[in-house]
């Protein structure tokens, strides 16, 4: 989702020496993203079966109308033994609904192939500057312990300590992009 060049570059590094560890942070910044929206973003091929019911739409799983979906691979095949293809002029998307224009969905327990793309073919830019503040709060050292209470006398004061709180930066567009999981 982001490169390690361009981390170097966010957090103004410009040697080699710490480039191990700007990965692990890169891809534990990653991780965190597609763990807290619950997929990933990345463009990607999908085939799911679906079972018909004789009707003139078909409900889709977890699709949802504002993700990316497109492609010039994407097709709809019915029937097991013989497939008919499905011309994608023939179906129109409502929702996460199909619309068989010209036609029914037949009855049949997995008897409808529908392959799409979905995702992004570049990272959004809200998406990167999520990650990179992430990648910063890590790479900082932000959350380690820290001072929690001191006492001079009868004077005492007390500290926040540990904070594990990710930065709101990377909170906002997580609720972004959770919406398409």
């Known amino acids: 989702m982001i ?9 103004g590094v410009s040697d080699t020496s710490q480039d191990d560890k700007l990965r692990q942070i890169k891809d534990s910044a990653e991780a965190i993203f597609e763990s807290q929206i619950g997929g990933t973003l990345t463009k990607e091929v999908v085939t799911e079966k679906y079972s018909g019911d004789n009707e ?3 409900i ?14 994407s097709f709809i095949k019915i029937g097991r033994e013989t497939q008919e ?17 010209n036609g029914l969905f037949p009855c049949g327990i997995k008897n409808i192939e529908v392959k799409y793309t979905k995702g992004f073919a570049e990272t959004p830019n ?8 992430l990648a910063g709060t890590i790479y900082t050292g932000a959350g380690k312990e820290s001072l929690t209470s001191e ?6 004061v007390s500290y926040g300590g540990k904070s594990k ?5 990377f909170i906002s567009a997580v609720n972004s992009y959770k919406q398409f999981f």
């Open 126 to 133: 809200d998406v990167k500057q999520a990650l990179f503040s």
């Open 3 to 11: 490169t390690l060049q361009e981390l170097k570059i966010f957090l």
């Open 85 to 101: 293809l499905v011309e994608i002029s023939d179906i129109e998307v409502d929702n996460q609904t199909l619309i068989y224009v």
């Open 56 to 58: 003139q739409t078909l």
């Open 60 to 73: 889709l799983n977890g699709v949802n109308p504002s993700f990316p979906a497109y492609g010039t691979d």
């Open 165 to 169: 709180a990710h930065p709101q930066l």
């Open 151 to 156: 006492s001079i006398g009868d004077y005492s």
